[in-house]
């Protein structure tokens, strides 16, 4: 994608310090990319130290390619992006593990969440690997408000959650399809044990 | 690590599901146009078309695209793009970051899903206060103690017995109460015993606090790991106890040897302050829950904690509630304490030991009566502007 066709994520110009306006452009692991304001990337711990320690200029952003994020997808990447627009120059909370931790949802932020538990839980992970310390809070709160109330049935519905019995069968079968032999190991392992040895070798 | 699913059918059924999964899709269409949540139009399809006719992610996928303003129908996602994340491929970290925002029945019901979850739930507890009455308990954390849950008496036994079984648990700070102190000897106790008998791995909590009689840490404290024990809190009612042979035996555990905090609340006039300091030389932190408000309640107590002050190699803090001027209670401990400034309650002064040097100031700026001993720069110390209100 060239870099006029870029997408631009959500830019209030006017709330951008004249200082700060420098907008750096990422690539997605499906190659979309995104012009990101510097003062939207402060929000991003990673990214913030990435752009820091690449120290580009003005041309260097436009000159050369785009800084590549391979572990995240431009759908992901885009939520991202829109949230840290949005939330650019504000405070970055410290988590200093007091308790309770009291996170509140934004309507912004309740909006750009409306989304898909896939997708929901690509944003997390994307929060996590990106250090955005607020996006994190409020995603991982939105999952637990999804979970409040629900039976453990339900949990499983919604969730996808293998029972302990299920998530065994899994292993046994990823192990198998790894190695063929691992079932008779463990079988002769068992077998063994039953015996009443008490080491394989 | 992530570990991305391979491609799932979208919808369950065999051949004939074309017809039938646009026939879903725009059931739900229309029911996300009417504002329906989505856990209605989850219960209304297995009404209508039958349990596991979609799966919940599907219906998730296409609720969600509905509800962000796509009307078609046709599925425009590539194979490679079914791949999705789901909780379990989070790392630990993340989903014991989003139990934390979960109140407690929820983070009980984890324990029935699945053992991962059910651990990463019991690791989320690390501070439990349970209050047994005579029909129900209560369980909240002391710390968020708005998060409070109640539930019949039989259902919290196994709640509570489900989450101390959790090889994973460690709690900061674990207390058991039952009202007017009817664990002791009661019906309470009794359960609470049988219930840590039937775990198969000594508790790991930092802190135990009983609201009973200091004996019935006896037949507590074996089911508390002792390289995790910490601290008690023993909460003496009115009948007096045989507190020597308690404490003579208590020594004996390695549970209570092993301990470095002792918080207690009972009659000043309690004999202990008669029994032999050795008995309490182990401690760190010493704290006395009632309030003395005059010398002639207990002259002894005094005299007790001069004697310990003076005598323990261990004693760092020692927090008691004095209804008395900082003066009168520093002229009656040691004449030789030195007063930096006094106004009532309040004000700061240094008692210089042969070993060590103590600060006395204020408990916290919220207890009127709290007065803390504290050895300067010791383990316990906070500075000088801890102790001054």
Same mark, same amino acid.
């Given at each position: 994608?060239?870099?006029?066709?870029?997408?631009?994520?959500?830019?209030?110009?006017?709330?951008?310090?004249?200082?700060?306006?420098?907008?750096y452009r990422f690539e997605s692991n499906d190659k979309k990319e995104f012009r990101v304001s510097e003062l939207a990337i402060q929000q991003s711990?990673?990214?913030?130290?990435?752009?820091? @320690?690449?120290?580009?200029?003005?041309? #260097?952003v436009e000159n050369k390619p785009a800084i590549a994020i391979e572990n995240i997808d431009g759908k992901t990447l885009k939520l991202v992006f829109q949230w840290c627009?949005?939330?650019?120059?504000? @405070?970055?909370?410290? #988590? #200093?593990?007091?308790?309770?931790?009291?996170?509140e949802i934004p309507e912004f932020d309740a909006k750009l969440m409306d989304i898909d538990n896939g997708l929901l839980f690509k944003l997390i992970w994307a929060a996590d690997y990106l250090n955005i310390v607020q996006l994190l809070n409020v995603s991982c709160k939105k999952v637990a408000n999804m979970a409040q109330g629900k039976t453990p049935a339900q949990l499983r519905r919604v969730y996808l959650l293998p029972s302990d019995e299920e998530d065994e069968a899994a292993k046994r079968a990823a192990q198998e399809a790894q190695d063929p032999r691992a079932r008779e190991v463990e079988e002769e392992f068992e077998e063994r044990k039953r015996q009443g040895g008490n080491s394989f070798f | 690590m992530i570990r991305f699913l391979f491609c799932l059918p979208f919808?369950?059924?065999?051949?004939?599901?074309?017809?039938?999964? *646009?026939?879903?899709?725009?059931?739900?269409?229309?029911? &996300?146009?009417?504002? %329906?949540?989505? =856990?209605? &139009?989850?219960?209304? /399809?297995? =009404?209508?078309?039958?349990?596991?006719?979609?799966?919940?992610?599907?219906?998730d996928y296409w609720y969600h695209q509905f509800y962000n303003g796509k009307k078609g129908l046709k599925d425009k996602r590539n194979p490679c793009d079914r791949t999705s994340l789901e909780l379990l491929d989070l790392p630990n970290e993340m989903i014991h970051s989003i139990v934390s925002y979960l109140p407690i029945p929820d983070k009980f019901n984890l324990q029935l899903v699945s053992n991962r979850l059910g651990s990463l739930a019991a690791m989320n507890f690390d501070a439990l206060t349970v209050n047994i009455d005579e029909n129900s308990m209560t369980f909240f954390n002391p710390r968020k103690r708005s998060e409070e849950t109640v539930m019949p008496i039989n259902l919290g036994y196994n709640q509570l017995k489900m989450l101390l079984s959790c090889p994973e648990l460690k709690l900061e700070f674990l207390s058991i109460e039952a009202d007017n102190a009817s664990i002791a000897n009661g019906r309470a106790l009794r359960n609470i015993q049988k219930l840590l008998k039937s775990i198969y791995?000594?508790?790991?909590?930092?802190?135990?606090?009983?609201?009973?009689?200091?004996?019935?840490?006896?037949?507590?404290?074996p089911y508390f790991n002792p390289e995790v024990l910490r601290g008690i809190t023993a909460f003496e009612f009115d009948p007096p106890e045989p507190f020597l042979e308690t404490i003579q035996e208590l020594v004996k555990m390695e549970q209570w040897r092993q301990l470095k905090v002792l918080?207690?609340?009972?009659?000043?006039?309690?004999?202990? &302050?008669?029994? $032999?300091?050795?008995?309490? %030389?182990?401690?760190?932190?010493?704290?006395?829950?009632?309030?003395?408000?005059?010398?002639?309640?207990? $002259?002894?107590?005094?005299?007790?904690?001069? =004697?310990?002050? *003076?005598?323990?190699?261990?004693?760092?803090? /020692?927090?008691?509630?004095?209804? *008395?001027?900082?003066?009168?209670?520093?002229? %009656?401990?040691?004449?030789?304490? =030195?007063?930096?400034?006094? &106004?009532?309650?309040?004000?700061?002064a240094f008692w210089n030991t042969p070993k060590s040097k103590f600060v006395i100031g204020k408990n916290t700026a919220e207890d009127l009566h709290g007065l803390t001993i504290v050895k300067e720069n010791g383990k316990h110390w906070k500075g000088y502007r801890a102790y001054v209100r």
């Open positions: 994608m060239s870099v006029e066709n870029a997408p631009v994520v959500d830019v209030d110009e006017a709330a951008i310090p004249v200082e700060k306006k420098m907008y711990e990673t990214l913030n130290r990435l752009v820091e @320690a690449m120290g580009y200029t003005s041309e #260097d627009e949005h939330h650019k120059g504000e @405070a970055i909370p410290v #988590d #200093d593990g007091s308790v309770p931790k009291i996170v | 919808f369950k059924s065999g051949s004939e599901t074309g017809d039938q999964e *646009m026939v879903i899709k725009k059931f739900i269409r229309k029911n &996300v146009k009417k504002g %329906t949540s989505i =856990e209605e &139009v989850d219960k209304k /399809i297995c =009404e209508k078309f039958g349990d596991g006719s979609i799966e919940y992610r599907e219906l791995h000594q508790l790991r909590a930092e802190h135990f606090c009983s609201f009973g009689f200091l004996k019935d840490q006896l037949s507590l404290l918080l207690f609340k009972f009659q000043y006039k309690n004999p202990f &302050v008669f029994y $032999p300091i050795e008995y309490f %030389t182990q401690f760190e932190v010493l704290g006395l829950g009632d309030v003395i408000r005059s010398i002639d309640d207990s $002259p002894e107590i005094f005299a007790w904690i001069r =004697e310990l002050i *003076m005598t323990s190699p261990n004693i760092e803090k /020692i927090h008691a509630g004095f209804d *008395m001027s900082l003066r009168e209670i520093c002229e %009656t401990l040691d004449p030789a304490i =030195e007063i930096q400034w006094d &106004v009532g309650h309040d004000g700061l």
